[in-house]
């Protein structure tokens, strides 16, 4: 008679390959979808039904096999190809692929997912999010760009927001000096007058001294008169001195009912950047700023060499009343003596740590030639020191005989007050007179000298960022600093074809993934980074149609036995009619 099993066996077999068709139609849908991975199904067959399981074989005769019939097909299972796609180049350095095994993470809500798809963007608080919103996780850096390994934070990437400024801590400068030149042997000489011949007086008639209050002293253009040359609360005005040709900056020193000459003394000598040496120059004049108490003249002596001549003209002095208006040049100026002596000065700009600009200048004079090897001392001063003392020190530099320097002459540390800015105070660095990025020497050729390094950055707003294939993230500012903004994780599973689909390009960890084993790109097995590029679709379609047309074959043959076993069943009942 007909087989009522051979109908079930059939329906089966409709069953899995209608199943299976539905997988493979989900792999051609997906064929563009980003790191999208195909999955096959497995058949297993059904249980069996025994009606022998056959016999050993004897002396005299042979065994015999088992004697069973299948109950059909069912789905064993479907699996998932987590094999790479083929990498796109996109352009755009915000989509990521992993050239290799691994997952980005992302989260969302506090829940960690997993994705090969690397298509990020910011979203309005800068973090880097999927399509789908979820944020990308990582390692962040500290507020000095050094990475946070160990906790994992959305990455965040402050395009146009997050700025950088750091403090010149190097200086290199290079070139040479001339050890051929003069020798230094004078500073500028300049007096401070009543008039063309006379010295300064105070109000009864007498010569000023160091201890005479500015109010006293009697004005130049009304000798006589006992009139005095300054009032409280007027200041006086030191604009248009020059230096080396170079103008000195302008500087005002306020007058009070306390004020004496020795504060104009020293307002004179710090204003003007005036360097003690240890030792009077060589014509035996020491530099600084002095007052003769028997002729009331001031003097003022400056350092040797021909960078550090000092011109002071009559209206480069002014008396500045409380309103601010002019009353004109305080003093007569007389120019005794100029400076001499090879040298050379150069002008650089370092920053400090809010990247401000600062501008100091180094000036170089001959010393002295014995045979040791040229002496050169060394002269900073700086106008953007916030104190009123330009000067920042000097030095003396020994060079041997064949022009090259001292190793201990070779570093020189500069400290510029930078108080009342709001940046670190005070900024110190270090300038290097031998480095590989320059060198100075002294040898029988024109003197010239130039800053050819120096670190530090002026404020700078990040612009752009990239990622390396370690899932470093770079940054690049406004100024041209590059700096470390974080890092790419990437998490790998024991078995990846355990991770259960959450739709959106999404996976979370399964009963058979094993935990999530997070690491960074190109360590213990996981993938390297690849930035600009996104991983495109598996899904193999030359594979997908055959597996089509055999799962359509096995459907059809399927429906067949089922049409068959109705036949027979149809012949048993026309034997009952």
Avoid: C
Wanted: hydrophobic share 35%.
């Amino acid at each position: 008679m007909a087989s009522t099993t051979a109908l079930f066996t059939g329906l089966s077999g409709l069953n899995v390959h209608a199943r299976k068709l539905d997988v493979i139609s989900n792999n051609i849908a997906n064929v563009n979808t980003t790191a999208y991975k195909s999955s096959r199904m497995m058949f297993e067959s059904l249980f069996m039904q025994n009606f022998s399981l056959g016999s050993s074989p004897s002396d005299v005769l042979g065994g015999t096999n088992p004697t069973q019939i299948g109950n059909g097909v069912a789905i064993a299972g479907v699996q998932r190809n987590f094999g790479n796609g083929p990498i796109n180049a996109t352009g755009d350095l915000r989509d990521l692929a992993i050239d290799g095994a691994g997952f980005f993470v992302v989260e969302r809500e506090g829940q960690q997912f997993y994705t090969r798809a690397g298509s990020f963007r910011t979203d309005p608080e800068d973090n880097l999010i999927t399509v789908g919103g979820e944020r990308l996780l990582g390692y962040m850096v500290d507020d000095n760009f050094n990475l946070q390994v160990g906790q994992l934070v959305p990455i965040n990437i402050p395009i146009g927001k997050r700025t950088i400024a750091e403090a010149t801590q190097n200086a290199v400068f290079a070139g040479n000096l001339n050890s051929e030149g003069d020798i230094a042997t004078q500073g500028s000489i300049l007096t401070i007058l009543a008039d063309a011949t006379n010295g300064l007086s105070d109000t009864s008639g007498n010569p000023i001294s160091s201890t005479t209050l500015l109010t006293d002293i009697e004005d130049p253009d009304a000798p006589g008169s006992g009139t005095p040359a300054f009032a409280i609360g007027e200041l006086l005005r030191l604009s248009g001195a020059t230096k080396g040709g170079g103008r000195v900056p302008d500087a005002e020193l306020n007058i009070d009912a306390g004020t004496t000459v020795q504060d104009l003394l020293t307002f004179l000598d710090a204003a003007l950047g005036i360097q003690d040496t240890g030792a009077p120059n060589p014509d035996g004049n020491t530099p600084g700023v002095t007052v003769d108490p028997v002729t009331g003249i001031i003097t003022i002596v400056g350092n040797t060499g021909t960078d550090n001549d000092l011109r002071i003209e009559p209206g480069d002095l002014v008396v500045i009343d409380a309103t601010g208006a002019s009353r004109g040049a305080a003093f007569n100026t007389d120019k005794t003596q100029s400076a001499d002596g090879e040298s050379v000065r150069t002008t650089m700009v370092v920053y400090d740590s809010l990247g401000s600009s600062v501008s100091y200048d180094l000036v170089m004079v001959l010393e002295a030639t014995p045979n040791t090897g040229p002496q050169w001392r060394y002269y900073l001063e700086s106008g953007d020191d916030t104190d009123l003392d330009i000067e920042l020190g000097n030095g003396l530099l020994q060079f041997d005989t064949e022009g090259q320097i001292d190793p201990d002459s070779i570093e020189i540390q500069v400290t510029i007050d930078r108080d009342q800015t709001g940046a670190d105070q005070p900024l110190s660095f270090t300038i290097s007179l031998s480095d590989n990025a320059g060198q100075v020497t002294s040898t029988a050729t024109r003197s010239a000298l130039q800053g050819v390094y120096w670190d530090g950055l002026p404020p700078g707003t990040l612009e752009s960022f990239g990622t390396g294939e370690d899932g470093v993230i770079l940054g690049r500012f406004s100024n041209g600093a590059i700096r470390t903004l974080g890092q790419v994780v990437v998490a790998n599973f024991a078995n990846p074809p355990g991770l259960v689909d959450s739709g959106g390009n999404l996976f979370e960890t399964g009963p058979n993934s094993g935990p999530p084993v997070i690491t960074t790109p190109g360590t213990l097995g996981a993938g390297l980074i690849v930035s600009g590029a996104l991983e495109q679709s598996n899904v193999d379609l030359g594979e997908e149609f055959t597996q089509m047309i055999l799962t359509s074959t096995g459907y059809s043959a399927a429906s067949r036995v089922i049409r068959t076993a109705d036949e027979l069943m149809q012949q048993l009942l026309v034997l009952g009619r």
